[in-house]
């Protein structure tokens, strides 16, 4: 687990070298074990190739980088963890290959130059990585099929760059970095970051989940993303007890892969069915090893969940390390966190999980396995109601369609109106979205923002909806579940636990986060996933029969991963309003308006929402990234 950094540079590069130190700098916290960079001359400029590391599997120097294969002919920067990397090694020896270090970054290198990129489809992993090669001339940059790991790039005055996080591409820079107004007004207004190429700083871009993009140094020429993964949502036929088993197993392998680590692992546990499946997985595969939890809890609010947490913890012998969070905390450790997210993010829920990994850091664990991607991959949150109703219209089951809202809406936190508002923003496309939006109280331009300000330079206004294939019919469930795994959800989700961890300097597995997990979950029958009864991840709830206790699995209610954010954010309303009123110098923020909404809600004349953490998220980072 790494921060890697780098590029190429046309012409004298004399003065590179502290812009490169810099770059690797601000991602210490990413590999404090172990920094190198090397400048390799080449067609009329010089390739970097930057890594910070944080040394999980090989501790020994034989896993240092920059890697070069015996050849000469490739370099490699890698930032993550090949989970199969014994398997692997094993497969090239048999090839003829010989190995000189016990590294997955060793057996990643020699699968590409084994293989090249169809070595992609054996990985079972996280990572993004740049390969220099040295005969074709080119950096080759990939990212995973779910982009667990980070990958910015930009180009300026013919140079590439690229980097794990958006501090080390502004170090690497030469020019003056801006604010993207498309992406602050999508944030600002919408709520949406994360899920799309564009950053939050003008000309820089993350490497989409799933592709690679390849970077020829004689022309300068940077060719077009292309995606090497996406799962497909055909559906295959399958029984649902043969299903069940086979993804028992699959996940009980993924789980022991993801057990593969030289230092102390442990795991954050939430109390939700996610990481209550992974925690207990773990003692099914390994009944002797010492099982170290990490929890955020909510205490004396409706959010907690340390009920569930303590079974857990009770039904493996786990030794429980809980926090509890209090307004001061946050305002104290308000800045750091913004500093380590490099972007403004949702919502204080991602303090709590920050808070968590510390927690993690002091009792020295490294490594920790997490329940990311389950709701992503198996329809959970509220089950995705529109999409279902939507899909069982089209397949012509008009009963099973109305059977299914009032099923629905019999669990908790649900309504059959709820149900039916989420049917129709399916069904509904175009103006007519948008006006159902505005109908429901939301404002595409809401007054503290400046319309006529965004519209001269560019800006699309409106409610952001994906446009769905005509070929998805009947798979809707599936086909949003793709969307969220690869574009609008998850991504952000990642990113935070991406930054929160490496923050104190932890890695955050992912169990649940396979390609082949994904590939198989996603081609079953959707009622596989959400039952006609409305009951989420119905398939998963029966493969851990006998791994996970009764009452877990059958609990009706989501939490999530939430916080108490009025309860937080309201004690420190004066210091929020004296960050609010700093001037940011933004010609589409109508400041004095957004103080008056900021104000009516602290007096509660106006209803308390997330946009008063987004305004004071992305005033606080604009101020911290900018100055």
């Given at each position: 687990?790494?921060?890697?950094?780098?590029?190429?540079?046309?012409?004298?590069?004399?003065?590179?070298?502290?812009?490169?130190?810099a770059?690797?700098?601000?991602?210490?916290?990413?590999?404090?074990?172990?920094?190198?960079?090397?400048?390799?001359?080449h067609s009329?400029?010089?390739?970097?190739?930057?890594?910070?590391?944080?040394?999980?599997?090989?501790?020994?120097?034989?896993?240092?980088?920059?890697?070069?294969?015996?050849?000469?002919r490739?370099?490699?920067?890698?930032?993550?963890?090949?989970?199969?990397?014994?398997?692997?090694?094993?497969?090239?020896?048999?090839?003829?290959?010989?190995?000189?270090?016990?590294?997955?970054?060793?057996?990643?290198?020699?699968?590409?130059?084994?293989?090249?990129?169809?070595?992609?489809?054996?990985?079972?992993?996280?990572?993004?990585?740049?390969?220099?090669?040295?005969?074709?001339?080119?950096?080759?940059?990939?990212?995973?099929?779910?982009?667990?790991?980070?990958?910015?790039?930009?180009?300026?005055?013919?140079?590439?760059?690229?980097?794990?996080?958006?501090?080390?591409?502004?170090?690497?820079?030469?020019?003056?970095?801006?604010?993207?107004?498309?992406?602050?007004?999508?944030?600002l207004?919408?709520?949406d970051?994360?899920?799309?190429?564009?950053?939050?700083?003008?000309?820089?871009?993350?490497?989409?989940?799933?592709h690679?993009?390849?970077?020829?140094?004689?022309?300068?020429?940077?060719?077009?993303p292309?995606?090497?993964?996406r799962?497909?949502?055909?559906?295959?036929?399958?029984?649902?007890?043969?299903?069940?088993?086979?993804?028992?197993?699959?996940?009980l392998?993924?789980?022991?892969?993801?057990?593969?680590?030289?230092?102390?692992?442990?795991?954050?546990?939430?109390?939700?069915?996610?990481?209550?499946?992974?925690?207990?997985?773990?003692?099914?595969i390994?009944?002797d090893?010492?099982?170290?939890?990490?929890?955020?809890?909510?205490?004396?609010?409706?959010?907690?969940?340390?009920?569930?947490?303590?079974?857990?913890?009770?039904?493996?012998?786990?030794?429980s390390?809980?926090?509890?969070?209090?307004?001061?905390?946050?305002?104290r450790?308000?800045d750091?966190?913004?500093?380590?997210?490099?972007?403004?993010?949702?919502?204080?829920?991602?303090y709590?999980?920050?808070?968590?990994?510390?927690?993690?850091?002091?009792?020295?664990?490294?490594?920790t396995?997490?329940?990311?991607?389950a709701?992503?991959?198996?329809a959970?949150?509220?089950?995705?109601?529109?999409?279902?109703?939507r899909s069982?219209?089209?397949l012509g089951?008009?009963?099973?369609?109305?059977?299914?809202?009032?099923?629905?809406?019999?669990?908790?936190?649900?309504?059959?109106?709820?149900g039916?508002?989420?049917?129709?923003?399916e069904?509904?496309?175009?103006?007519?979205?948008?006006?159902?939006?505005?109908?429901?109280?939301?404002?595409?331009?809401?007054?503290?923002?400046?319309a006529?300000?965004?519209?001269?330079?560019?800006?699309?206004?409106?409610?952001?909806?994906?446009?769905?294939?005509?070929?998805?019919?009947?798979?809707?469930?599936?086909?949003?579940?793709?969307?969220?795994?690869t574009s609008?959800?998850?991504?952000?989700?990642?990113?935070?636990?991406?930054?929160?961890?490496?923050?104190?300097?932890?890695?955050?597995?992912?169990?649940?986060?396979?390609?082949?997990?994904?590939?198989?979950?996603?081609s079953?029958?959707?009622?596989y996933?959400?039952?006609?009864?409305?009951?989420?991840?119905?398939?998963?709830?029966?493969?851990?029969?006998?791994?996970?206790?009764?009452?877990?699995?059958?609990?009706r209610?989501k939490?999530?991963?939430?916080?108490?954010?009025?309860?937080?954010?309201?004690?420190?309303a004066?210091?929020?309003?004296?960050?609010?009123?700093?001037?940011?110098?933004?010609?589409?923020?109508?400041?004095?308006?957004?103080?008056k909404?900021?104000?009516?809600?602290?007096?509660?004349?106006?209803?308390?929402?997330?946009?008063?953490?987004?305004?004071?998220?992305?005033?606080?980072?604009h101020?911290?990234?900018?100055?």
């Open positions: 687990m790494c921060g890697i950094a780098g590029g190429w540079f046309p012409g004298d590069q004399s003065r590179l070298v502290p812009r490169v130190e770059a690797l700098h601000a991602m210490r916290l990413r590999g404090p074990d172990d920094q190198g960079y090397e400048f390799i001359t009329s400029g010089t390739v970097v190739l930057g890594h910070t590391r944080l040394s999980i599997i090989d501790l020994s120097p034989a896993g240092h980088q920059p890697m070069y294969s015996r050849c000469g490739y370099g490699l920067v890698f930032n993550g963890e090949i989970y199969n990397y014994r398997e692997l090694r094993a497969e090239l020896i048999r090839e003829g290959r010989t190995f000189h270090s016990d590294s997955d970054s060793e057996v990643l290198l020699t699968a590409w130059q084994h293989w090249g990129a169809a070595c992609l489809m054996r990985l079972i992993g996280m990572f993004a990585f740049v390969v220099f090669d040295r005969e074709a001339g080119s950096l080759t940059c990939v990212r995973d099929g779910f982009g667990i790991k980070p990958f910015f790039f930009s180009q300026e005055s013919g140079s590439f760059l690229f980097a794990s996080e958006l501090n080390a591409i502004k170090s690497l820079k030469n020019q003056k970095i801006t604010l993207d107004w498309q992406r602050a007004y999508d944030y207004v919408h709520g970051y994360d899920s799309a190429s564009r950053s939050f700083v003008s000309g820089v871009y993350h490497l989409l989940p799933g690679m993009i390849t970077f020829d140094l004689a022309s300068g020429h940077l060719g077009e292309v995606v090497w993964w799962p497909d949502i055909a559906e295959t036929e399958i029984s649902f007890k043969d299903a069940t088993e086979v993804l028992r197993q699959k996940f392998d993924s789980i022991r892969l993801h057990l593969r680590s030289d230092v102390e692992l442990g795991a954050a546990l939430s109390g939700g069915i996610d990481s209550s499946a992974v925690v207990c997985a773990m003692r099914y390994e009944p090893m010492p099982i170290k939890t990490f929890s955020y809890i909510a205490r004396d609010s409706h959010l907690s969940e340390e009920v569930w947490v303590d079974r857990v913890n009770a039904h493996v012998g786990a030794i390390h809980k926090l509890v969070v209090s307004p001061e905390e946050l305002g450790d308000l750091d966190m913004i500093l380590a997210q490099g972007e403004p993010f949702g919502s204080t829920s991602i709590a999980q920050y808070r968590v990994f510390k927690l993690a850091k002091e009792h020295g664990v490294t490594v396995l997490d329940g990311q991607g709701d992503e991959m198996l959970g949150y509220s089950g995705y109601p529109g999409q279902r109703i069982l219209l089209e089951q008009y009963g099973e369609a109305w059977e299914f809202l009032g099923n629905w809406a019999q669990w908790p936190g649900r309504s059959r109106i709820e039916l508002k989420r049917a129709i923003g069904l509904a496309g175009g103006d007519l979205y948008q006006a159902l939006r505005r109908l429901n109280g939301g404002r595409d331009t809401p007054r503290w923002m400046h006529s300000a965004l519209r001269d330079e560019g800006v699309k206004l409106g409610f952001p909806k994906a446009v769905r294939s005509s070929e998805d019919a009947g798979r809707r469930v599936v086909a949003e579940l793709r969307n969220a795994l609008k959800g998850l991504p952000s989700l990642l990113r935070h636990a991406d930054r929160n961890s490496m923050r104190f300097s932890v890695e955050s597995r992912v169990p649940f986060l396979t390609q082949d997990m994904a590939s198989f979950l996603l079953l029958p959707e009622e996933l959400i039952s006609q009864s409305g009951e989420t991840k119905h398939i998963f709830r029966a493969a851990m029969r006998g791994i996970v206790p009764d009452e877990i699995l059958d609990r209610d939490v999530g991963f939430e916080t108490p954010e009025r309860e937080w954010l309201l004690p420190m004066d210091v929020l309003r004296g960050w609010l009123k700093e001037d940011l110098n933004l010609p589409f923020l109508n400041q004095p308006e957004l103080l909404d900021f104000d009516q809600i602290v007096a509660g004349k106006k209803p308390f929402s997330w946009q008063i953490w987004r305004w004071v998220n992305f005033s606080r980072w101020r911290q990234f900018f100055a």
